[in-house]
């Protein structure tokens, strides 16, 4: 996990660079998505916010999610059924762990990943700007649940 100090940081100089108002609300916004592993959805990260500060919109929490997805400090997950999922803590692509009954999201450390990535690029001629990992299974919790 990258030190959550220094990514709030990064994504206020970048808001305030786009002369976005930072409130209150917005900073536990932004620390919600930082601080926590489990790539929450909007909905997650309103909960959260709103039990701190009461008058927290939805479309508030919307619209910064967005907005920071557009400057690139924070990582959608799209998935054709259910809520999309945040990363703020690394906002750059990198692999996931899905799990298919509790939809629980984890980092792996996958450290073929550098080399996957050079033998895709021997092989194919492409310049690989992005990627899209995901594996999905059944977290340990949920196999011993539906044992
Ligand atoms: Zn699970
Ligand atoms: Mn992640």
């Known amino acids: ?3 959550p100090k220094s990514r709030v940081e990064s994504m206020l ?16 916004i932004l620390k919600v998505l930082v601080c ?5 959805t909007v909905e997650r990260i309103y909960e ?9 919109s939805l479309a508030t929490v919307y619209k910064t999610v967005t907005l920071l997805k557009e400057l690139n400090e924070v990582l959608e997950l799209g998935f054709p059924e259910g809520s999309n999922r945040y990363d703020g803590n690394k906002p ?11 939809k629980k999201i984890v980092d792996p450390d996958l450290s073929g ?13 492409f310049k690989i ?19």
């Open 13 to 28: 100089k970048k808001l305030r660079a786009h002369q976005f108002r930072v409130t209150p609300q917005r900073i536990a």
């Open 113 to 125: 990943l550098a080399d996957m990535t050079t033998e895709l690029k021997k092989e194919t001629g």
């Open 1 to 3: 996990m990258i030190e």
């Open 36 to 40: 926590s592993i489990e790539h929450p």
């Open 92 to 102: 750059y692509p990198h692999p996931h762990v899905i799990c298919i009954k509790c």
């Open 129 to 147: 700007i992005h990627h899209r990992l995901d594996f999905f299974g059944i977290c340990p919790s949920c196999q011993k649940k539906y044992k």
């Open 48 to 56: 959260q916010v709103k039990s701190d500060f009461p008058t927290t």
